[in-house]
């Protein structure tokens, strides 16, 4: 069974912040879905600590609407409260937390926990 796992690298772009009103280069989080399985909703997380200053940390989430994220999903991110600018070309962390259906049918549903290192570019 193939595992969800995120694109790399993970291209910055300019994100709109409705909660702080800010807009800022962020990760854009995407990757690959099994065929047959359904994500009902992922969260993602993204830092880079680059070894000289503060480091960068964005998340996001997908919404819970009724539609069903098949073949590839896609979830925009914001930097967190007190994060540095991501440096493009550098390495990070990205991980995520998904409600998928295996086989696209309910009663194979699992949350699924993923880690990976990346590139932000």
Do not use: H
């Not at 909660?19 to 399985?37: F, M, R």
């Not at 964005?58 to 819970?64: E, F, M």
């Amino acid at each position: 069974m193939v595992r969800p796992n995120f694109d790399s690298p993970l291209d910055l772009v300019d994100q709109y912040d409705p909660e702080t009103g800010d807009t800022n280069p962020s990760p854009l989080a995407k990757g690959p879905i099994a065929s047959g399985d359904v994500f009902k909703w992922v969260q993602v997380w993204v830092y880079q600590n680059p070894g000289e200053g503060p480091g960068a940390a964005a998340t996001g989430r997908s919404g819970y609407e009724p539609t069903d994220i098949r073949n590839n999903w896609q979830v925009d991110t914001f930097l967190v409260k007190g994060s540095d600018q991501f440096s493009p070309g550098k390495p990070a962390m990205a991980m995520a937390l998904a409600l998928i259906w295996r086989g696209g049918k309910e009663e194979q549903r699992e949350f699924y926990w993923w880690t990976e290192p990346i590139v932000i570019s």
